[in-house]
């Protein structure tokens, strides 16, 4: 592992400060549990760690007239098995309990669910695929089984990981994201990028943003919201598919 400098960030305006004088040198550490294989694998070689996870004000789930809001240092587990997201937003809870192990779920946060990397397998290991640089995307004639896409892939056959994306889009959430130039709010659905759009990135933040908050529109009590997953096997996986489904 490259060796980088360490921050423990205390407030969403300090990380504010450190982005805008380091913003493209610095990465986001949340739970790390991403992070931490891709700072292994040097697959990514920040010269600065911020870490998020002992920002207080960054850890919660609220439920307001309009909606619910919850924190983006705010863990897997907690969504899980919140009472209200269990209740009125059933396809997130559903899908934050799908994620991983509960391990994962102790140590994961939304935001960081969101944000992380995706898991091609060329990606993850000693290929210098498309999107690392290379001319080509190996999994279009290699293994291509799992973790890729079978519409729409364009250069690179990638498909996001992430579980709750699933559910936050299909849930018309939005995305609160804090800048150094400005702070911006996106909708979920428009959050992501694929390949076609930019082969290195897999969503729209800038080098000097990050996100703060996720916020549901509030819906009808007892609106009976699904997530399914399927997966080659029962537990500690990533989605072969996955579909979330919310009644109008
Ligand atoms: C064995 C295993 C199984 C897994 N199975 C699943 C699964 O079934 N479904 C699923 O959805 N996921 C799965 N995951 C992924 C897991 O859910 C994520 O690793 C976790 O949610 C990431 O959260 P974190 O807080 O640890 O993020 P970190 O590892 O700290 O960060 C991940 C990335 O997001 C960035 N980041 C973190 N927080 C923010 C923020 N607030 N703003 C901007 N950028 C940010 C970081 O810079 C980094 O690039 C699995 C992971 C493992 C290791």
Same mark, same amino acid.
């Given at each position: 592992m490259q060796s980088f400098k360490w921050i423990n960030a205390t407030s969403v305006d300090e990380v504010k400060e450190i982005f805008a004088q380091q913003g493209d040198k610095a990465r986001i550490f949340a739970g790390g549990s991403d992070l931490m294989t891709m700072l292994k694998e040097r697959l990514d070689m920040p010269e600065l760690i911020v870490n998020i996870g002992n920002i207080k004000a960054l850890k919660y789930i609220r439920e307001e007239e309009d909606g619910v809001r919850i924190g983006a240092m705010t863990v897997l587990a907690d969504i899980a098995e919140h009472p209200v997201l269990g209740r009125n937003f059933t396809a997130l809870a559903q899908a934050a309990k799908a994620v991983g192990s509960p391990q994962i779920r102790n140590m994961g946060s939304i935001g960081g669910n969101l944000c992380q990397r995706p898991r091609c397998w060329y990606f993850r290991g000693p290929f210098m695929c498309i999107r690392k !640089? !290379?001319?080509?995307?190996?999994?279009v004639n290699g293994e291509n089984q799992y973790y890729h896409a079978i519409l729409e892939g364009e250069d690179c056959f990638m498909v996001h990981p992430s579980d709750t994306a699933v559910a936050l889009i299909a849930l018309d959430a939005d995305i609160i994201i804090a800048g150094v130039k400005k702070d911006r709010v996106v909708k979920a659905e428009n959050f992501f990028i694929g390949p076609g759009e930019d082969i290195e990135k897999e969503n729209i933040l800038e080098p000097d943003e990050f996100i703060t908050e996720i916020r549901i529109p509030a819906i009808e009590i007892n609106t009976r919201s699904t997530f399914l997953k399927t997966r080659i096997r029962g537990a500690w996986n990533f989605a072969l598919a996955s579909v979330a489904e919310v009644p109008s």
């Open positions: !640089g !290379g001319d080509t995307c190996y999994a």
